[in-house]
């Protein structure tokens, strides 16, 4: 799939060195090279001033765990300035292929850079000047956001993770929306970056009101399921402090992805007795 934009306006404030995308997905690419499971797939592209830059998409597939696999989406990157959640996609996939029973019932689909050009250009917003965080189900113009969307209709997810990083925060918190078993995944959530991460405690952060590190809502345009697909999804969003040392953000939010997984399998498990 291919979306041009002939009228990219090119004359850009120069920059002085591009982060590079594909030192980044590197160690994917190995490991799909070779690995019965992960596939790789970056067929979804789009043409900004006529460069071509592609959604970078991965495809992992745990152990069969049942009857019918869980499909859950985690999304990275769509700030371009917060790299953190793009590099823990990687160790998090690093440690599936080193423990694929983790992900036991489960296909999980990757998407390390939502936005290919603000992470390039280390900026919040796209090339194009768009926080595309904004833009989701508002019928945007915006080429990531149309192949994104694309995506989250097509896969059918049965839940939806985006990592983030908050420059105003001093401690990791979660958003939570979607289905309501969501605000049961929170709290082991939370519990296990916690020990890499102070929580946020602040009643108010980001301008909600939260609880305990918990905010049940969020801006409108955010990343999310469809408007009117049913039954909802869970999503949560993960956001870690923007201080603390690389390394303990890419942790916790890699400890926070391993206990979603196992508290989601143990709900799907107990639901036929609900």
């Given at each position: 799939m291919t979306i041009t934009d002939a009228q990219f306006e090119t004359a850009q404030t120069p920059r002085v060195r591009r982060r590079?995308?594909?030192?980044?997905l590197a160690p994917l690419e190995q490991i799909a090279?070779?690995?019965?499971?992960?596939?790789?797939?970056?067929?979804?592209?789009?043409?900004?001033g006529g460069e071509t830059y592609h959604l970078p998409r991965y495809l992992f597939v745990g152990p069969n765990g049942g009857d019918t696999p869980i499909r859950v989406g985690i999304f990275a990157g769509i700030h371009g300035d917060e790299p953190e959640g793009a590099y823990a996609i990687v160790q998090f996939i690093k440690l599936l292929e080193a423990k694929p029973e983790l992900a036991a019932g489960y296909y999980l689909s990757f998407y390390p850079v939502c936005n290919p050009t603000g992470f390039e250009d280390g900026t919040r917003h796209s090339r194009r000047g768009k926080d595309l965080n904004r833009e989701f189900w508002k019928n945007s113009a915006e080429p990531e956001v149309q192949l994104l969307q694309a995506e989250l209709v097509a896969r059918s997810l049965h839940g939806i993770i985006s990592l983030h990083t908050d420059d105003t925060s001093d401690g990791f918190y979660g958003i939570v929306r979607g289905a309501t078993l969501t605000k049961h995944l929170i709290e082991p959530v939370l519990q296990a970056a916690e020990k890499f991460l102070p929580r946020d405690e602040r009643p108010v952060i980001d301008g909600y009101p939260a609880r305990h590190g918990v905010i049940r809502d969020a801006y409108d345009g955010v990343l999310s399921a469809p408007p009117k697909v049913r039954p909802r999804p869970f999503e949560i969003i993960l956001e870690t402090p923007q201080t603390p040392p690389a390394y303990l953000k890419e942790i916790a939010l890699v400890a926070a992805l391993k206990t979603i997984l196992a508290e989601y399998r143990k709900f799907i498990a107990y639901a036929p007795n609900l």
């Open positions: 590079s995308i594909a030192d980044l090279a070779h690995s019965p499971n992960l596939v790789a797939n970056h067929d979804a592209r789009f043409e900004p």
